[in-house]
């Protein structure tokens, strides 16, 4: 098990250095002069030179690069342009934010979008299933933007339940959690429903029914543990997009996560943070990846890593 | 279940309670003060640095706690802050001897003196000063503390906008005790410290700033508000919905189109603040795709073929002027010079005897950079298109790619004609010709009609040095009428910048250059 651990961890290096080395190169073939974009448009020639040497954007691509990896293998990944602070000090202090998301709306996701699933599964064709079935549809195909609006407008600016924006607010992670975990919600019950349908043919369930047990214990306890494999496949993806994929729902709820930090970052060409940020979300999905596959040897004890 | 709903009860409550910012305790004459005012605005400042600021809206919120030695009023005239007067002027123009407030200390408790504001000049000009930005600044020379209440300025040229340009936020003065606590370097400044009427408290990057009143600040008004909170909502709707749902007391630009019903909201409040942004549609003059926009007469009639009034009234919801003059009316330097009213034969006659019946030309426009943009420059297309000119576009792309692409020097020209905002720093008309030098095409500068007219540049040259204000006047209206008929740009209008507040706040205000000024505002 350990040796599986640390061989996946080694394959993952390559991989790492890979995003490093894409991600420099594509940030600088955005169009757009950072040092320009950050001088504002009434900056003198003499101001936006100045700007540039201090970033060292005057230096030779080659020399920019070697310098980059050079500190990245130290664990430095440089200096926001934007801020002037330290790029790890941006993430860690915009990355709790996006967690709480993350783990509130998967939380959410993975609870109701199960139960909802076996539900359907259970009475399948009946108008309980065809409901749920609905709703599904209706949480992958809704835009994110237009959720999140609605859902202020009804609960914020209607009834005053919840705070319309902002971080501060003890209640302020409800609406942002609940606009995240829709999309994923209607994943996880759409894989659950199909998954559950699939082990609910199948004999050993017609046995332990014949065996005259519970149909609680069939659903939970034979069926559903069979069912989980795909399920988890599904909320391991999900998990990874939503450290990365909050952008939306963190400007429609002005959430200072990770989310923002990189369009912030991305619209004033600061390469430092964006390089960071993608390198942050590479490193979770590969983490967040390797727990998925560890977590199938609990779910199915056929699975060993050795 | 019971204990939850009481629970949930209590939330409500608390929540009703923090909603409810400045109960305010009447004293018995003058403003009411306490409590909290949260104001959200839409862009997370990238320092809170004054010799970096480069937008307005950032400067605002270091202006409420750092001050400078000459401001704005809010009709956009030159004041003194820190100093106790306008400065005197010798007669070659070149030495500026100001005189400064007395008594007046920063929140840390520093003296402000001549030192002091010496040492904030010298660090915004010092090049080791992270992302510095002194701009026209770069024109001083020397700054001499002559003794404790009078600083000597000697310029490298003679500068008449030198006062007006002291009135930007990165010319403010700093208190030098605070440069190396907090986590301040002289290089780089994260907390501010300085004498204005609000101090630093805390900030959240992305969400807020919190700063609390200054009890012992110098001024004759005083803050009202123990607190301002600067919450960070990026989002036009999400900014909206919290003035609707009562977690903000002030926003600044909601969306254009909800404007109508905010107004008609008895609990709010909106002031559609002046400001010093011309909008336009920036014409190649030295065109070699479509060299006939090198002829005057074809730029003029382009002017012809679009209803700028129209597109004021609907597309930017009435929230802006029509310009007649290359500049707002805001500008030192300003004169009302004209109009191209709308009149599609006239254009249409005008183009045929240039021979440029349907032409073809290709314009860019950025989009989410200024309210409405893209769908104004759609608007233009539409007219010209009307006049039987074949409008490729409008092309568009996020900001600063779109700078990429029009920030280049006359032979790599992405558009023939592309749209553009241009908002001086300080309120002088120096500032709006930067778009009518020849010495400021790219990559020297942003002139991206790449105009050159002798007579202007000679003007403009002569105002800048100019210590006589009438006759500097009188040359900056000549420029202006000059340019109007040169027509490089198809001028379209002078946005205004819409803030909205809630009744239950009063004195909240603007100064016309896209800041909005809350220092002063106070519990209704």
């Given at each position: 098990?350990?040796?599986?651990?640390?061989?996946?961890?080694?394959?993952?290096?390559?991989?790492?250095?890979?995003?490093?080395?894409?991600?420099?190169?594509?940030?600088?073939?955005?169009?757009?002069?950072?040092?320009?974009?950050?001088?504002?448009?009434?900056?003198?020639?003499?101001?936006?030179?100045?700007?540039?040497?201090?970033?060292?954007?005057?230096?030779?691509?080659?020399?920019?690069?070697?310098?980059?990896?050079?500190?990245?293998?130290?664990?430095?990944?440089?200096?926001?342009?934007?801020?002037?602070?330290?790029?790890?000090?941006?993430?860690?202090?915009?990355?709790?934010?996006?967690?709480?998301?993350?783990?509130?709306?998967?939380?959410?996701?993975?609870?109701?979008?199960?139960?909802?699933?076996?539900?359907?599964?259970?009475?399948?064709?009946?108008?309980?299933?065809?409901?749920?079935?609905?709703?599904?549809?209706?949480?992958?195909?809704?835009?994110?933007?237009?959720?999140?609006?609605?859902?202020?407008?009804?609960?914020?600016?209607?009834?005053?339940?919840?705070?319309?924006?902002?971080?501060?607010?003890?209640?302020?992670?409800?609406?942002?959690?609940?606009?995240?975990?829709?999309?994923?919600?209607?994943?996880?019950?759409?894989?659950?429903?199909?998954?559950?349908?699939?082990?609910?043919?199948?004999?050993?369930?017609?046995?332990?029914?014949?065996?005259?047990?519970?149909?609680?214990?069939?659903?939970?306890?034979?069926?559903?543990?069979?069912?989980?494999?795909?399920?988890?496949?599904?909320?391991?993806?999900?998990?990874?997009?939503?450290?990365?994929?909050?952008?939306?729902?963190?400007?429609?709820?002005?959430?200072?996560?990770?989310?923002?930090?990189?369009?912030?970052?991305?619209?004033?060409?600061?390469?430092?943070?964006?390089?960071?940020?993608?390198?942050?979300?590479?490193?979770?999905?590969?983490?967040?990846?390797?727990?998925?596959?560890?977590?199938?040897?609990?779910?199915?004890?056929?699975?060993?890593?050795? | 279940?019971?204990?939850?709903?009481?629970?949930?009860?209590?939330?409500?409550?608390?929540?009703?309670?923090?909603?409810?910012?400045?109960?305010?305790?009447?004293?018995?004459?003058?403003?009411?003060?306490?409590?909290?005012?949260?104001?959200?605005?839409?862009?997370?400042?990238?320092?809170?640095?004054?010799?970096?600021?480069?937008?307005?809206?950032?400067?605002?919120?270091?202006?409420?706690?750092?001050?400078?030695?000459?401001?704005?009023?809010?009709?956009?005239?030159?004041?003194?802050?820190?100093?106790?007067?306008?400065?005197?002027?010798?007669?070659?123009?070149?030495?500026?001897?100001?005189?400064?407030?007395?008594?007046?200390?920063?929140?840390?408790?520093?003296?402000?003196?001549?030192?002091?504001?010496?040492?904030?000049?010298?660090?915004?000009?010092?090049?080791?000063?992270?992302?510095?930005?002194?701009?026209?600044?770069?024109?001083?020379?020397?700054?001499?503390?002559?003794?404790?209440?009078?600083?000597?300025?000697?310029?490298?040229?003679?500068?008449?906008?030198?006062?007006?340009?002291?009135?930007?936020?990165?010319?403010?003065?700093?208190?030098?005790?605070?440069?190396?606590?907090?986590?301040?370097?002289?290089?780089?400044?994260?907390?501010?410290?300085?004498?204005?009427?609000?101090?630093?408290?805390?900030?959240?990057?992305?969400?807020?700033?919190?700063?609390?009143?200054?009890?012992?600040?110098?001024?004759?008004?005083?803050?009202?508000?123990?607190?301002?909170?600067?919450?960070?909502?990026?989002?036009?709707?999400?900014?909206?919905?919290?003035?609707?749902?009562?977690?903000?007391?002030?926003?600044?630009?909601?969306?254009?189109?909800?404007?109508?019903?905010?107004?008609?909201?008895?609990?709010?409040?909106?002031?559609?603040?002046?400001?010093?942004?011309?909008?336009q549609i920036i014409i190649n003059t030295?065109d070699?795709?479509q060299p006939l926009l090198q002829k005057p007469e074809v730029r003029q009639a382009l002017n012809y073929a679009v209803n700028k009034d129209e597109?004021?009234?609907?597309?930017?919801?009435?929230?802006?002027?029509t310009l007649?003059?290359p500049?707002?009316?805001?500008?030192?330097?300003?004169?009302?010079v004209g109009t191209y009213a709308f009149d599609p034969s006239k254009a249409k006659q005008m183009l045929q005897a240039a021979g440029a019946s349907g032409m073809t030309v290709?314009l860019?426009?950025?989009?989410?950079?200024?309210?409405?943009?893209?769908?104004?420059?759609?608007?233009v297309a539409s007219y010209l298109h009307d006049v039987g000119v074949t409008v490729?576009?409008?092309?568009?792309?996020?900001?600063?790619?779109?700078?990429?692409?029009?920030?280049?020097?006359?032979?790599?020209?992405?558009?023939d004609m592309?749209?553009?905002?241009?908002?001086?720093?300080?309120?002088?008309?120096?500032?709006?010709?930067?778009?009518?030098?020849?010495?400021?095409?790219?990559?020297?500068?942003?002139?991206?009609s790449?105009y050159?007219n002798?007579?202007?540049?000679?003007?403009?040259?002569?105002?800048?040095?100019?210590?006589?204000?009438?006759?500097?006047?009188?040359?900056?209206?000549?420029?202006?009428k000059q340019v109007w008929n040169d027509a490089p740009w198809i001028f379209l209008?002078?946005?205004?910048?819409?803030?909205?507040?809630?009744?239950?706040?009063?004195?909240?205000?603007?100064?016309?250059?896209?800041?909005?000024?809350?220092?002063?505002?106070?519990?209704?």
């Amino acid at each position: 098990m350990l040796t599986y651990v640390a061989r996946r961890v080694l394959v993952s290096i390559p991989t790492v250095f890979g995003v490093a080395t894409v991600i420099f190169l594509m940030v600088r073939l955005l169009p757009g002069d950072p040092a320009r974009v950050i001088a504002g448009v009434l900056a003198t020639p003499e101001d936006v030179d100045r700007i540039r040497h201090q970033f060292g954007l005057d230096q030779p691509l080659y020399v920019q690069y070697v310098t980059y990896l050079f500190h990245l293998l130290t664990g430095d990944l440089g200096t926001s342009t934007r801020t002037g602070q330290p790029v790890t000090q941006e993430i860690v202090s915009r990355l709790p934010y996006t967690m709480e998301l993350a783990v509130v709306s998967t939380v959410i996701a993975v609870v109701v979008g199960v139960t909802a699933g076996v539900i359907a599964a259970t009475r399948r064709g009946s108008a309980l299933d065809l409901a749920i079935s609905a709703l599904a549809v209706f949480g992958l195909s809704m835009p994110v933007y237009w959720l999140g609006l609605m859902l202020i407008i009804l609960l914020a600016i209607d009834i005053h339940a919840f705070p319309a924006a902002g971080a501060q607010n003890p209640l302020g992670f409800v609406l942002p959690s609940i606009t995240l975990a829709l999309f994923s919600l209607a994943l996880v019950a759409r894989q659950s429903r199909s998954a559950m349908l699939e082990v609910l043919n199948q004999d050993f369930v017609r046995t332990a029914r014949a065996k005259g047990a519970p149909l609680r214990t069939v659903l939970v306890k034979h069926a559903l543990r069979n069912a989980l494999l795909p399920v988890v496949t599904v909320i391991g993806l999900q998990f990874g997009a939503l450290i990365g994929g909050a952008v939306l729902t963190e400007t429609v709820f002005s959430w200072p996560g990770v989310g923002r930090l990189l369009v912030d970052s991305i619209f004033s060409r600061d390469y430092p943070v964006v390089q960071g940020v993608v390198l942050m979300l590479a490193v979770a999905f590969i983490l967040v990846n390797l727990l998925v596959d560890l977590l199938y040897a609990y779910v199915d004890p056929r699975i060993r890593y050795s | 279940m019971a204990i939850r709903k009481f629970a949930f009860l209590v939330v409500l409550g608390l929540m009703a309670a923090a909603c409810g910012n400045g109960s305010g305790n009447p004293t018995s004459s003058g403003p009411k003060h306490g409590g909290t005012l949260t104001v959200a605005i839409g862009i997370d400042p990238d320092t809170l640095d004054p010799a970096a600021q480069t937008t307005t809206t950032a400067s605002q919120v270091v202006d409420m706690m750092v001050e400078r030695l000459y401001t704005l009023d809010s009709n956009g005239a030159t004041q003194p802050q820190l100093a106790s007067a306008m400065p005197t002027t010798s007669s070659d123009g070149l030495t500026y001897t100001i005189p400064l407030r007395t008594g007046v200390k920063f929140s840390d408790g520093t003296p402000f003196n001549a030192a002091a504001a010496k040492a904030g000049l010298d660090r915004l000009l010092n090049p080791a000063t992270f992302k510095t930005q002194p701009g026209v600044l770069s024109v001083i020379d020397t700054v001499t503390a002559t003794d404790d209440k009078t600083l000597t300025v000697k310029l490298k040229s003679p500068f008449a906008p030198f006062v007006a340009a002291l009135t930007q936020t990165n010319a403010a003065i700093l208190s030098p005790a605070s440069l190396t606590v907090n986590g301040n370097t002289p290089a780089q400044v994260k907390v501010p410290v300085g004498t204005g009427p609000y101090v630093m408290k805390d900030r959240v990057n992305g969400d807020h700033i919190a700063m609390t009143a200054n009890k012992d600040y110098w001024g004759s008004q005083k803050p009202n508000y123990d607190t301002q909170v600067i919450k960070i909502v990026p989002d036009d709707p999400s900014r909206e919905a919290l003035i609707r749902s009562g977690g903000a007391d002030v926003i600044v630009s909601p969306p254009l189109s909800d404007l109508p019903s905010l107004s008609s909201d008895s609990s709010l409040k909106v002031l559609k603040a002046k400001s010093d942004r011309t909008l336009q549609i920036i014409i190649n003059t030295v065109d070699t795709n479509q060299p006939l926009l090198q002829k005057p007469e074809v730029r003029q009639a382009l002017n012809y073929a679009v209803n700028k009034d129209e597109i004021v009234k609907n597309v930017m919801f009435g929230n802006a002027t029509t310009l007649d003059a290359p500049m707002s009316k805001t500008l030192f330097g300003y004169c009302s010079v004209g109009t191209y009213a709308f009149d599609p034969s006239k254009a249409k006659q005008m183009l045929q005897a240039a021979g440029a019946s349907g032409m073809t030309v290709k314009l860019g426009s950025p989009t989410g950079r200024y309210p409405q943009d893209i769908k104004v420059a759609q608007a233009v297309a539409s007219y010209l298109h009307d006049v039987g000119v074949t409008v490729q576009g409008p092309e568009t792309s996020d900001w600063p790619t779109y700078l990429g692409h029009v920030n280049v020097p006359p032979a790599q020209a992405a558009f023939d004609m592309h749209f553009l905002g241009w908002a001086p720093a300080y309120l002088d008309a120096s500032q709006q010709f930067e778009q009518f030098r020849p010495d400021r095409i790219p990559p020297k500068g942003l002139e991206t009609s790449y105009y050159a007219n002798p007579t202007v540049t000679d003007l403009v040259t002569k105002a800048a040095a100019e210590v006589d204000q009438q006759k500097r006047k009188d040359e900056y209206c000549q420029a202006s009428k000059q340019v109007w008929n040169d027509a490089p740009w198809i001028f379209l209008y002078n946005q205004s910048f819409p803030i909205v507040y809630s009744a239950k706040v009063t004195s909240v205000g603007a100064f016309p250059n896209e800041k909005f000024d809350t220092r002063f505002a106070s519990p209704a």
